[in-house]
T-cell receptor, first 112, second 113 residues
Framework: AQSVAQPEDQVNVAEGNPLTVKCTYS??????LFWYVQYPNRGLQFLLK??????LVKGSYGFEAEFNKSQTSFHLKKPSALVSDSALYFC??????????FGKGTRLHILP | ETGVTQTPRHLVMGMTNKKSLKCEQH?????MYWYKQSAKKPLELMFV???????ENNSVPSRFSPECPNSSHLFLHLHTLQPEDSALYLC????????????FGPGTRLTVL
């Protein structure tokens, strides 16, 4: 069965430091992987996706994610965190049958 | 915003009321989705419509009734809800059968008294 795991409920990072939000997946076949961000009282916003090609994917607001097939991971990263990056982040996987599974979300706190 | 609008943004209803949530997308997509987001629970996919046909119904209670009159509009009709149905209801759209991202509306915050 396909699944997505975000092992951390919350991640705290000091402003200016690099940040990583973890995601691992389990899916048959080649995965399509996504990251979304949700600010308070808003819907989810698309950040980036991996379909094929380069393992390092660049997205909105300076975020990037690295696809690692051997570790079945798709961690979200940013070299220098901003206080405005504080939000809820969701990893999602879409399989060949078009089924979409979201992770439970990781709350990111950037400390001034 | 993202081209997906939802109304109302907030709704308070009693357990005996009937109300409807509306979603509209202006992105030319051919698939639309309803999600439920509760505190401390993962995002739950409720319904999927592709080309106005319901293609997925994830064991949602019958007190939730979706309707998709055309590819741009999606409704969620609510009746005799329970307090545990209080949540943020999110609508999304995408191109079906492509590895495309979904575009989400801002959600309707529903409180059932």
């Amino acid at each position: 069965a396909q699944s997505v795991a975000q092992p951390e409920d919350q991640v705290n990072v000091a402003e200016g430091n690099p940040l990583t939000v973890k995601c691992t997946y389990s899916v048959s076949g080649n995965p399509y992987l996504f990251w979304y961000v949700q600010y308070p009282n808003r819907g989810l916003q698309f950040l980036l996706k991996y379909i094929t090609g380069d393992n390092l994917v660049k997205g909105s607001y300076g975020f990037e994610a690295e696809f690692n097939k051997s570790q079945t991971s798709f961690h979200l990263k940013k070299p220098s965190a901003l206080v405005s990056d504080s939000a809820l982040y969701f990893c999602a996987v879409r399989d060949r049958d078009d089924k979409i599974i979201f992770g439970k979300g990781t709350r990111l706190h950037i400390l001034p | 915003e993202t081209g997906v609008t939802q109304t109302p943004r907030h709704l308070v209803m009693g357990m005996t009321n009937k109300k409807s949530l509306k979603c509209e997308q202006h992105l030319g997509h051919n698939a639309m989705y309803w999600y439920k987001q509760s505190a401390k629970k993962p995002l739950e996919l409720m319904f999927v419509y592709s080309l106005e046909e319901r293609v997925e119904n994830n064991s949602v209670p019958s007190r939730f009734s979706p309707e998709c009159p055309n590819s741009s509009h999606l409704f969620l009709h609510l009746h005799t809800l329970q307090p545990e149905d209080s949540a943020l209801y999110l609508c999304a759209s995408s191109q079906r059968r492509q590895p495309a991202e979904q575009f989400f509306g801002p959600g309707t915050r529903l409180t059932v008294l």
